[in-house]
């Protein structure tokens, strides 16, 4: 199943192929795709070269550790995320390594890492469904994740299911169109709420 | 120039490639990839679909608008800044549409919208350099962006430039290798600080 983005102005394939499925097949992610995933996410970029992210990683052919991460999921994640042979979770460190002082980027730049990990995905065939969703404060006394850090996503990871084997509601969704703002909306010149001359 | 990521294990050429630059080409960006980078940024993930993103861009076409920009970066940007011929403010929408709550995710799906840019940039043969120190409050009052929004970072865009044209220590820096913490250090299961088995 497909559902490339329908574009306004041409995007690189492996942006506009991306999306979040909820229907992932019953099949391991090869270690070495792991291993690609992660080294993605490492050459981000971020506030100072800080990288202020963290990953936790469960595979379901460790069937504890896949369970036990589940559990820091909202309960309407947990419903189709416990099919995923690979959960995650990301971790923002708030405060630079240098000073001490909070990082107020970040947030933004786990998403830079996330970013690269989905892009990567994408290149190998495999889907991330990305999750809010998710318990932060349950995570952190689950992991013993540090003070200054805090969870930020769970993701979903794994090669492409069939949208039958989701209940009515979710299979809906997944067959749904993909929508998104007009670029009018929200790139402007000069002022905000005034349109680019180039759109 | 290039300085492609050395990687532990493989990721896509677009991930490898992307990288930093300070020195940009006297050379303006073409309309069309414009589009498509902002195209590129529209169609990532957020929470709830928000899409809590805006971009505010000035060319160097029209000097008043890249030299009013200028003015909302950290002095020591607009060294280099200056001669990218595209710049650009992000903004997060720091609350939800549909419920007016804070959305936590509000950075980090800017994050994401960015990465998208990023590599659609890459694709295309530019380069990105994003950069964290900004004035938000500067940027606020000049663009007049809306209370509950706030700019996140600026972007310098354009065709690498010869090191040559930097001072002596950005030169130095542009021409530094690039460096990344190890997997182990940021990549976890079963506890914070636990390796991964398959890393």
Same mark, same amino acid.
């Given at each position: 199943? *497909?559902?490339?983005?329908h574009t306004q102005f041409p995007i690189h394939a492996l942006v506009q192929e991306r999306?979040?499925? #909820?229907?992932?097949a *019953?099949?391991?992610v090869e270690e070495q795709k792991l291993q690609s995933l992660l080294e993605a996410a490492r050459w981000a970029a971020s506030c100072f070269n800080e990288q202020p992210w963290g990953f936790l990683v469960a595979t379901k052919q460790q069937t504890d550790a896949h369970d036990n991460m !589940?559990?820091?999921l909202a309960d309407a994640n947990q419903i189709w995320a416990k099919h995923a042979p690979v959960l995650m979770l990301t971790v923002a460190k708030l405060n630079f390594a240098h000073n001490g002082k909070s990082n107020r980027h970040a947030f933004h730049d786990v998403g830079l890492a996330v970013g690269n990990l989905v892009?990567?995905?994408?290149a190998l065939g495999l889907s991330v469904h990305q999750?809010?969703?998710? !318990?932060p404060d349950k995570a952190k006394s689950l992991y013993n994740i540090p003070d200054d850090h805090e969870a930020v996503t769970g993701l979903a990871i794994g090669y492409i299911g069939d949208p039958q084997q989701l209940p009515d509601e979710l299979r809906e #969704?997944? !067959?749904a169109q993909r929508t998104r703002h007009p670029l009018s909306d929200f790139v402007f010149t000069g002022q905000w709420g005034q349109s680019s001359a180039f759109l």
């Open positions: 199943m *497909n559902k490339p983005a999306w979040s499925p #909820r229907a992932f *019953n099949e391991p !589940l559990t820091c892009t990567q995905a994408t999750m809010a969703g998710i !318990l #969704r997944e !067959l």
